[in-house]
């Protein structure tokens, strides 16, 4: 999507629906969906707890959830600040 060049950026969340703390963000992700409607936003799920992640973990640098990345053609970047939406 981003590389035929359909979109600036796009937001990936990959979340695990077992995970307390991906249960926790998951409204944020969808109120942030909302707030920036021009970013295509997409959720990942790991249905069941892996000792090894999936192809598409490892390609984009998932070692834990939930992650949440924002991608362009050249840049991949992950947010590691609060789960909270209204936080400094």
């Not at 359909?6 to 926790?24: E, Q």
């Not at 992700?29 to 992640?53: C, G, H, T, W």
Request: proline share 8%.
């Amino acid at each position: 999507m981003i590389h035929r060049n359909t979109h600036n950026y796009v937001a990936l969340l990959f979340y695990a629906s077992w995970c307390p703390f991906s249960k926790s963000f998951w409204p944020n992700f969808s109120i942030m969906s909302s707030l920036f409607p021009s970013i295509p936003n997409f959720a990942i799920e790991e249905f069941k707890p892996r000792l090894v992640m999936s192809f598409q973990h490892s390609k984009y640098g998932v070692h834990g959830f939930p992650t949440l990345i924002l991608l362009n053609p050249t840049i991949r970047m992950q947010y590691h600040g609060s789960c909270i939406l209204d936080s400094d």
